[in-house]
């Protein structure tokens, strides 16, 4: 199985500033079609997940553009340009490259 | 906009069979775009991909579950099924059902806690 890391599991922000979360995957995530199926999810506190960005950098429908996404083969990173109050919750990276898909630990996002 | 929703069994004994369906409104189940999926998460962890299903039927399972793990799709009905046999503690979790669109999951059911417990 390939597995999903992130960094870090915590992260307190203030309003209004950035916040920036890192996922590693244990082999590339690079399809032999030539996607990267690396996406990530928002999961509010008593919510089921949301899709936020999918193939690395694609914004999902109705996504704030606060979001986005980079990265490349291992190493990626969800960027929060400005954070808000909605903003708050786990953070996941997921892997769809490979069966089985795999899903990052979380990252909690909370709010100084 | 697809919505799906769970339903089933919320208290599960011990060595019986879980049972969940999972409804598809606002589209066809028969899409030839998506894949159906089932995820689970245990109370305060992260997620875990059970398995998935085409409406043809075609269907992929997580080697840690597949001996007991059968996944159905009742493309009359607009709806998919998951069976998790021999259930233990272990299996406690919300179950979600979700729609995968080219690799990624675009769409969540609310989700359904199923306890297991004499």
């Known amino acids: 199985d390939i597995v999903m890391t992130q960094t870090p599991l915590s992260s307190p922000v203030t309003l209004g500033q950035p916040a920036s979360i890192s996922c590693r995957s244990s082999q590339s995530l690079v399809h032999s079609d030539g996607n990267t199926y690396l996406s990530w999810l928002q999961q509010r506190p008593g919510q089921p997940p949301r899709l936020l960005i999918y193939?690395?950098?694609n914004r999902f429908s109705g996504v704030p553009d606060r979001f986005s996404g980079s990265g490349a083969g291992t190493d990626f990173t969800l960027k929060i340009s400005r954070v808000e109050a909605e903003d708050v919750g786990v953070y996941y990276c997921m892997q769809a490259t490979q069966f089985p898909f795999t899903f990052g630990p979380g990252t909690k996002v909370d709010i100084k | 906009q697809l919505q799906l929703q769970e339903s089933g069994p919320g208290l599960v004994k011990p060595s019986e069979t879980l049972s969940l369906t999972c409804t598809v409104s606002g589209g066809s189940i028969s899409s030839s775009s998506y894949y159906w999926g089932w995820i689970r998460q245990p109370p305060g962890k992260g997620l875990e991909w059970i398995g998935s299903?085409?409406?043809?039927?075609?269907?992929y399972y997580n080697p840690s579950l597949k001996s007991r793990v059968t996944i159905s799709v009742d493309t009359s009905k607009n709806q998919f099924s998951l069976k998790l046999s021999s259930v233990t503690a272990a299996d406690t979790a919300v179950y979600y059902c979700a729609g995968l669109l080219g690799g990624h999951l675009d769409y969540w059911g609310q989700g359904t806690l199923v306890t297991v417990s004499s």
């Open positions: 193939k690395i950098s």
């Open positions: 299903i085409y409406y043809s039927g075609s269907t």
